[in-house]
């Protein structure tokens, strides 16, 4: 007798519509006969026991219509009814499959019933499954997913069609722990016969790369989709061959390789997949040939890197059977005609760190990932390298270690033991397995030189990798034949091809080189190639090539950390202090003060130096100290730099240094004693006949004017000192020069001309990455600007002095005697709104800093 709810009781607005029913619930009655009316009154109990809270709409004979105002409350009671029906003790021959099906959508009241397309919808959903399989539609499953518990998941299906509903359906698959999860294709008009997995987890992110490959697939025959272990070659792919079904009508297979351990077997494996056995006096591969040559399918071959010998079988197939396509998962291209390769690429950032959180929260479910804890997560997945497996192994351990805990052992390469899965294959149940795998593939040439590569840091070119590398070697051939093998990346950058691994795979060769007893050698000649490049670099920093080498050892930056750490573990400074010593400028000019100040520090504190090494080491920790604002210390050791040149001979560094100890001694307020080294500096330029001697004189001129208070004389001055610079290329010097020719313009009310300059100037800073003076634009710019925006020109001036503080120190605005932003804005605002202003340029980032700069400046009337 069927039950109906009420016409005043239905829910209306946004409901979750419910359809229950028995699978093969006639032929049971057959075999049960007069026993099926107490298997259905059991069956009628647990159902309406689980959907308590909804609302039962109907029941007629075993299926059930409930309706819920809460899509999780539907979902959490479809699990809790397969629950209960596989825990009840049903009779031999009466075990009940009931398949679920459910939809959200508007609850259309008709009578005491339903009306609508929504309704519709989620009876066909439900007439989809298959027993003890829950099906749920896209719109429930965005309003449950954040409730789930962790015993809940939502497994992706794709989109299906289904009969008299025009709009096609993207359907999830409730995944209960401890349920059976692995069920037949469900029965839709897109469904052609397959025998695609279902994946035990959610599919996560990776829009674009799905439909990148499905494009391919429409275009080319063969698509191979590479990369290393881990990196989700096989879920991509069966996302791509879920999603095509539909233009596959003689089926979509999925061909696993991974358990072959011989090439010759990958066509009785393709054979038993597509259910063809061998004809008499035809090999197996002319009779699989045979029976899909009028065949549109598609074939998803996983795992092809091992048995590549059995790429010819993969071509005589596309050779003989033209409707049919193919997708392969390799770390390797099969290298046949007609191949098109995908590298699949690590996930994208917000896609990593949604698997983070949903791995989590499987783990600990209370987690949260709220503003607060985004960041380190943010942090995480990027030291996790975004790498699917390497999520999947270590966001369980949250659970252990915390999050901080994960952050703070990955960041210092600390092991994280990995959750061991047991229902994937042995060589993903942790990520070094899997990268074992790969380089076990290698032959013993490969080994070598990936072993030999892992001693870069950060990445290297071809000709840093044939510097380093043991001569022997065919470095070009073998780094191509490990880009091949997905174990090495390459990417273009200003025109110069880059090579770099995953740090999972980086770590793995380096703990083999150990082994191996290499690194020593390999070190060594990493640490010669780097000290050799940095000294080149360091003479260009002020050229007109300064931007390629600032730019060339921002790449390098790991590797010439790696220099100094081995400088300093192994008790030899020199290597280290001329290769910090020669870089001084980068430090300065990117915004790594701090960093250079402490390796520089470390390294003259350690004995054995030699003099050259030592004076290079002192001239780079100088001017950090100066450009740290610093003054004191930087004339301390200026005055000891300019005896060891001296000692040295070295005409033109002597020059510099007494040029440098102009500068500092000006900021120290001995404007007297700064113009006397000035004039030192003058004759000394003269003597070593340097061409950068004129500007760096009309400069140190220029400030010693500038600081007496003579502002229009200091402004000639400088003005000679730019076009010195101009002339010479040094376009670091000119940017610099320019924001003190803007403040003076400011002083002398020129206050058009100043802003304009300044704007300027800060648009050259961002574009020539110079970090340091990206900060310095900012904090010059905002005293020009106070008298027109005073609070926007305060946040500047706050922004500016947190950064400069996180730069480790620098240059500001009121130390060349511009009146302090905050005092300068004193009668616009009262003292709340300008500690209010102040607090929140204080939080800006540099990317912020800069477009509030942009902003004020738009607003501002200078022309």
Known sequence: MPT????????????????????????????????????????????????????????????????????????????????????????????????????????????????????????????????????????TQVLSVSTLTPEVTLVDLGEHRFKDIEEAEHLYQAV??????????????????????????????????????????????????TGPGGSGKTRLALRVASTLQAGFPDGVFYVPLESLRSPELVVTELAERLGVTNGAGDSLLETVIDTSAQKAMLLLIDNFEHVLAASEDVSALLGGAPLVKIVVTSQTPLRIRGERVYPVPPLAANDAVEMFAELAVAADPSFVLDDEVRPMVDEVVDLLERLPLALELTAPRIQLFGLRGLRDRLSDRLEIPAVGLADVPERHRSLSDAIAWSYDLLEN??????????????????????????????????????????????????????????????????????????????????????????????????????????????????????????????????????????????????????????????????????????????????????????????????????????????????????????????????????????????????????????????????????????????????????????????????????????????????ADESISLAAETLEAMVEANDASGTIMAIDFLAPTVAATSPAPAVRLAGAADHLRGEAGGGLSADSVGLEPVRSMVADAMDDADIEAAWSQGQSLTLDEAVSLGREVVANTDHT
Request: glycine fraction near 10%; include cysteine.
């Open 4 to 139: 109906w709810a009420a016409m005043s009781e239905l829910p209306t607005g946004t409901v979750t519509f419910v359809f229950t029913d028995i699978e093969g619930s006639t032929s049971m009655l057959q075999r049960l006969g007069d026993a099926f009316v107490t298997v259905l009154e059991d069956h009628n109990r647990v159902i309406r026991g689980a959907f308590g809270d909804g609302t039962e709409i109907r029941s007629e004979g075993d299926a059930f219509f409930y309706v819920f105002s809460s899509a999780p409350d539907a979902l959490l009671a479809a699990c809790a009814a397969q629950r209960r029906l596989a825990d009840f003790a049903w009779p031999e021959g009466g075990t009940v499959m009931v398949r679920i099906g459910m939809h959200t959508g508007e609850g259309v009241a008709g009578g005491d019933d339903y009306v609508g397309l929504d309704v519709h919808r989620a009876a066909r959903i439900a007439a989809s499954g298959h027993g003890g399989q829950i099906l749920v539609s896209e719109a």
């Open 176 to 225: 209960v722990r401890g349920l059976p999860t692995d069920f037949p294709p469900i029965t839709s008009l897109d469904v052609a016969p397959n025998n695609l997995p279902t994946q035990p987890t959610g599919f996560v992110g990776r829009t674009s790369e799905v439909e990148e490959v499905s494009e391919l697939v429409e275009q080319y025959r063969l698509v191979t989709l």
């Open 445 to 750: 040439a490969g080994q070598s030189l990936l072993r030999q590569l892992s001693i870069f840091d950060g990445g290297f070119t071809l000709e840093g990798a044939e510097a380093v590398v043991d001569p022997s070697s065919g470095v070009a051939e073998g780094v191509a034949a490990l880009l091949d093998r997905s174990l090495l990346r390459s990417q273009v950058t200003r025109g110069e091809v880059r090579f770099s691994m995953l740090e999972a795979i980086r770590l793995f060769a380096l703990e083999e080189l150990i082994n191996a007893v290499q690194r020593d050698a390999a070190a060594l000649r990493h640490a010669e190639y780097f000290v050799d490049l940095a000294e080149t670099a360091g003479p260009l920093l002020d050229g007109e090539s300064q931007q390629v080498w600032l730019d060339r050892l921002a790449d390098e930056h790991d590797n010439l950390r790696a220099v100094l750490r081995l400088s300093r573990d192994s008790s030899d400074p020199d290597s280290g202090l001329r290769t910090a010593g020669s870089t001084w400028r980068f430090y300065h000019r990117r915004g790594h003060l701090r960093e250079g100040r402490e390796w520089l520090e470390l390294l003259l504190a350690m004995d054995g130096a030699s003099t050259e090494a030592t004076a290079t080491g002192i001239e780079g920790l100088a001017g950090i100290a100066y450009w740290q604002a610093d003054y004191a210390a930087a004339k301390r050791l200026y005055v000891d730099l300019l005896d060891l040149y001296r000692e040295l001979g070295d005409d033109e560094k002597v020059a510099d240094t007494l040029f440098a100890l102009a500068t500092t001694t000006q900021w120290l307020g001995d404007l007297e004693g700064g113009r006397d080294y000035a004039e030192q500096a003058r004759s000394a330029y003269e003597k070593a006949g340097a061409p950068h001697g004129a500007a760096r004189v009309a400069a140190a001129i220029g400030w010693n004017i500038w600081q007496a208070g003579r502002i229009e004389e200091a402004l000639e001055s400088w003005i000679e000192a730019r076009a010195e610079y101009a002339a010479i290329g040094d376009d670091g010097e000119v940017r610099q020069t320019d924001l003190a020719i803007s403040a003076m313009l400011g002083q002398l009310g020129r």
